[in-house]
């Protein structure tokens, strides 16, 4: 049935409602579309609720500041390290500030050899309960992987090359699977009220430099993208890991470095990020950080990723003033997530102040400036 209008006014009414009913149509398509565009699309399909509100709690953090992070912030510090038969819950920092860190750091070398205790003598059982404690107070955690060399069972920093044996074809390929099945009963085991928890998991780090096994000249761009791509494969599929966000790190960059070199693809990597650390030069270091910052936030901003300072540190602290005139105008208005410093392992190696340290006035400085968010401050964010 068709109706003809012989008014014009009625009729010029009627077609400018359709013509704006259709614009409306349009346009709400169009930002619908946009809005599905931005949205994250994680390494797993199927990852964990925990992770995917890890994700936004970290994206949230980003927009207000950077949250701050200690490597083995609870397993160790200067003159104390846990009782592995009572668990005593502290750290340097909150002995500092009177909070803790946001961010966790954890390492897992050793897990692929089922030994009881990490490269760093911390206990994987006590591991665990501090990662399940950090994860109860809001705490954000982050693990690392200093895995020996499968080849000739050496360390970490055995610089053999090893990578082609363990990508498939390769003569230890079993021996890397048996590893990662390892690491990933453990990472499943890690549970709060039945949920699993969240974790960023950052292996093979700083692959552009000649330190590691897995690192430049030591194997090939394209073997480091196989072994990342296939050890992502292994735990989300063939464990069934899910409450993984995966972080990729190179070091440092020099003028010649590719930051994407060794990049196994964007459905391989959630978040970005970049070690640097400060070795007495801090013209020099602030100069990267920087420039280096500034290149991942525009990859990451061209990826819709988020992207962090993922390992930084001055050791023993010298310089005066450190974090409060040295670091924090470099990060202000970087958009990182979060910065996470080394370990306080001995007196002439931590990167942390500790209680009577020279630092100490300027930490608790830095603690009070607008961007560092501790533990505290992250728990008052609202997502």
């Not at 931005?38 to 994700?55: I, Q, R």
């Not at 998991?201 to 761009?221: I, K, Q, S, V, Y």
């Not at 010298?318 to 392992?345: D, Q």
């Not at 209680?355 to 992250?378: A, Q």
């Amino acid at each position: 049935m068709m109706i003809y209008i012989k008014n014009n006014n009625l009729k010029f009414y009627c077609k400018s409602v359709l013509v704006f009913m259709l614009m409306i149509s349009f346009y709400s398509c169009t930002s619908a579309q946009k809005q599905k565009e931005k949205e994250p699309l994680l390494v797993d399909e199927n990852a964990s609720e925990s992770c995917l509100n890890l994700y936004q709690k970290l994206s949230e953090i980003s927009k207000k500041g950077f949250a701050i992070g200690h490597q083995d912030a609870t397993s160790y510090g200067i003159s104390w390290k846990q009782n592995d038969d009572s668990v005593v819950v502290k750290s340097d920092v909150n002995e500092v500030v009177g909070d803790f860190p946001a961010v966790y750091g954890f390492d897992l070398g050793r897990i692929e050899l089922a030994s009881d205790r990490n490269l760093d003598s911390v206990s994987f059982v006590t591991m665990k309960k501090l990662m399940i404690d950090a994860h109860k107070k809001g705490g954000i955690i982050t693990i690392s992987w200093h895995a020996d060399n499968p080849t000739t069972d050496g360390d970490s920093w055995d610089k053999t090359p090893a990578v082609a044996d363990i990508i498939k074809g390769g003569k230890h390929r079993a021996k890397y699977e048996l590893w990662v099945k390892r690491m990933a009963t453990f990472i499943k085991s890690l549970k709060y009220n039945n949920q699993p928890i969240p974790m960023v998991f950052r292996p093979f780090h700083e692959m552009n430099g000649a330190w590691f096994w897995w690192g430049d000249p030591n194997c090939t761009a394209t073997e480091y993208k196989q072994l990342w791509q296939e050890t992502v494969q292994l735990l989300r599929d063939t464990h069934n890991v899910h409450n993984l966000l995966y972080a990729y790190s190179p070091n440092k960059l020099n003028p010649s470095d590719d930051y994407l070199k060794y990049y196994p693809g964007d459905d391989y990597v959630d978040i970005l990020g970049i070690d640097i650390y400060d070795f007495n030069n801090a013209k020099d270091y602030t100069a990267s950080v920087v420039n280096d910052l500034n290149l991942v936030r525009s990859i990451a901003k061209e990826k819709n990723k988020l992207y962090a300072f993922t390992e930084t540190g001055l050791e023993t602290i010298p310089t005066k003033n450190w974090y409060s005139e040295v670091l924090y105008p470099s990060l202000e208005n970087s958009g990182i997530a979060w910065v996470l410093f080394w370990r306080n392992g001995r007196l002439d190696h931590h990167y942390m102040p500790y209680k009577g340290h020279s630092s100490e006035s300027d930490f608790k400085n830095f603690e009070k400036l607008p961007k560092t968010l501790f533990l505290k401050d992250v728990n008052e964010l609202k997502n």
